[in-house]
């Protein structure tokens, strides 16, 4: 179990840690058998163990979260609450405990102490402290990042509040949903959708990590054109359940909104691996148009169950990625996700890798790697030749195969994998032929799909705008007196409406609630919702 020390009173955790010093040194026996002794040795031996005694107990003050000499300060700061995941029974907590994640400015004081008030409907009530920890490392770029805040609470909670003190009038209702449990050995959480119009890509990275043996693919939508939408529901509603889709939305509040980096893509992240961390063995964070293939078993389970095997006590198995270009279809009816893999071409160029994390040593994660984690897990990069993320980044569409597999790649040949043939296993390509099929084999799914356009509306935009954020931020790095920095943010990107082109937009409605003059809650009133916005995306 990981240590909830942070969670107990000063009281509870000295007379603890008290009662187990007594009892090491021979109990109250041992201490009447000593002071009865004559002998001025004896007598001094007892004084000692006394001494030693009040000198733990003092350590315990000094370092427990409690009665200690850590001074707590006020509640204090603008929160955006983002979900309170309840446990039931968890490999990380303690039985019935709700892990917070919110948003704020990443200057607030850590010291901070607060209370959960749980009930249930027996009538059970239950008080308990905790304090914000950071969910990863804060990037140095933006003033706002994500923190995680754990508490006890009573078995199946109606509600859970969350106050500066028990006795507070004034306190935030926090909208729990439990943790997931159906078993899910591995999972794949991506970044949220923006502006996605490629349905191509959803339904290549779907059939690939399908036939790849992923058990459950979790998309967070927070803008998307209407067909890959449809293509998304489809795959959820499906027989095969290999997708769950998730809405998703940037803060209301002004200064969040620019302050979060990249669509506030790190609370998403931490968000899907807490609900799904207890129901998988494995969970891959990763964006959708990163491909990842099993080399050492038929399944990526396969192989990471191999990797733990091989290497006890990892916490996380660290990816190398390579770019590489695709050739694909323009209409659904031409369309095939294993045709669509035959014409992947991987380069020489290497982007950041991307991780692979084992639930059981890991609390909460980012997109890269995971900081939470416990005490001596340690963390494995993997070479090249071990295995890679194929970064499908680079589209071409309608063109002959022909043409297109005997042009020059942008980039040099990747040198280890030189066609996608050398890195995908046995029956892979099978097994997307015959999922994909099992699918579209009904004509309600086809029929859907079939009315579905390629457009290239928004690719370029956000790409330039991207590239000019991370210009500014390069440039910033290396003259920190140019400019001031640039937190990187699709918020700052001006994209166009599109008159006529359906898209579906994901919304959320916050209410400000005020706690102490100091500390601010923006609370969600209600869960996700859609939106279809007639002339094209918009941020939320």
């Known amino acids: 179990m990981m240590d909830r020390g942070h969670v107990n009173s000063g009281i509870h955790l000295w007379y603890r840690s008290y009662k187990a010093y007594l009892n090491h040194v021979y109990s109250y026996a041992f201490w009447q058998r000593m002071l009865s002794q004559t002998s001025p040795q004896r007598l001094y031996r007892a004084r000692l163990k006394v001494l030693v005694a009040a000198l733990v107990v003092c350590i315990i003050y000094c370092f427990s979260g409690g009665l200690s000499g850590v001074t707590y300060s006020e509640p204090k700061g603008d929160m955006i609450v983002i979900s309170a995941t309840h446990y039931k029974n968890s490999t990380f907590y303690d039985p019935n405990t ?24 027996s009538g059970d009530l239950l008080v308990t402290e905790t304090s914000p920890r950071n969910a990863y490392r ?11 805040a754990t508490c006890n609470t009573v078995a199946n909670p109606s509600t859970i509040r969350l106050t500066g003190a028990p006795t507070a009038e004034k306190s935030v209702v926090l909208p729990f949903q439990p943790a997931i449990d159906e078993h899910l050995p591995v999972v794949a959480c991506f970044s949220p959708l923006f502006f996605n119009e490629r349905w191509q890509l959803v339904g290549l990275s779907i059939e690939s990590y399908a036939a790849a043996g992923v058990s459950r693919q979790a998309y967070y939508v927070m803008s998307a054109l209407k067909g890959v939408h ?36 790190a609370s998403a992240h931490a968000d899907c691996y807490l609900k799904y961390r207890d129901a998988a063995d ?11 293939f099993p080399r050492y078993g038929p399944t990526l389970h396969s192989e990471f169950s191999q990797l733990t095997h091989n290497l006890p006590g990892v916490a996380s198995f660290f990816y190398p990625r390579f770019d590489a270009e695709v050739l694909s279809e323009t209409t659904f009816k031409k369309f095939h996700p294993a045709t669509t893999l035959k014409h992947v071409r ?6 950041t890798g991307k991780s692979v994390h084992n639930t059981r040593e890991v609390e909460v994660v980012w997109i890269h790697w995971a900081d939470v984690k416990k005490g001596n897990a340690t963390y494995y990069k993997l070479s090249p030749e071990d295995n890679m993320f194929v970064h499908v980044r680079n589209w071409t569409f309608g063109v002959d195969p022909n043409d297109f597999m005997q042009k020059s790649l942008s980039k040099p040949r990747n040198r280890i994998f030189p066609t996608i043939q050398s890195i995908i296993p046995p029956g892979l390509i099978r097994r997307m032929s015959e999922g994909f099929n099992e699918t579209f084999e009904k004509w309600d799914n086809r029929k859907i799909m079939n009315r579905v356009k390629t457009t290239d509306y928004y690719y370029d935009a956000i790409d330039n705008c991207y590239n000019n954020m991370l210009n500014a931020v390069d440039i910033h790095n290396k003259n920190p007196e140019a400019q001031g920095v640039i937190c990187p943010t699709p918020a700052r990107c001006i994209i166009d409406r599109i008159p006529n082109v359906p898209c579906v937009v994901a919304h959320r409605t916050y209410k400000k609630v005020t706690l102490a003059p100091d500390w601010k809650f923006n609370n969600p009133v209600q869960d996700y919702s859609v939106r279809m916005e007639r002339h094209g995306c918009i941020l939320s």
């Open 230 to 265: 449809d293509l998304l529901k489809i795959y959820e509603t499906s027989r095969r359940r290999l997708v769950d889709v998730h809405y998703w939305t940037l803060p209301k509040h002004p200064e969040a909104k620019l302050q979060l980096d990249w669509r506030d893509q």
């Open 98 to 121: 709700v892990a917070v994640l919110f948003t704020a400015e990443k200057s607030i004081p850590p010291t901070q102490r607060w209370h959960c008030v749980s009930k249930n409907a």
């Open 282 to 292: 494995f969970i891959i964070v990763s964006d959708i148009d990163d491909l990842l």
């Open 138 to 148: 804060p990037i140095k770029e933006c003033l706002w990042t994500t923190f995680i």
């Open 346 to 351: 991987i380069s020489n160029k290497a982007s």
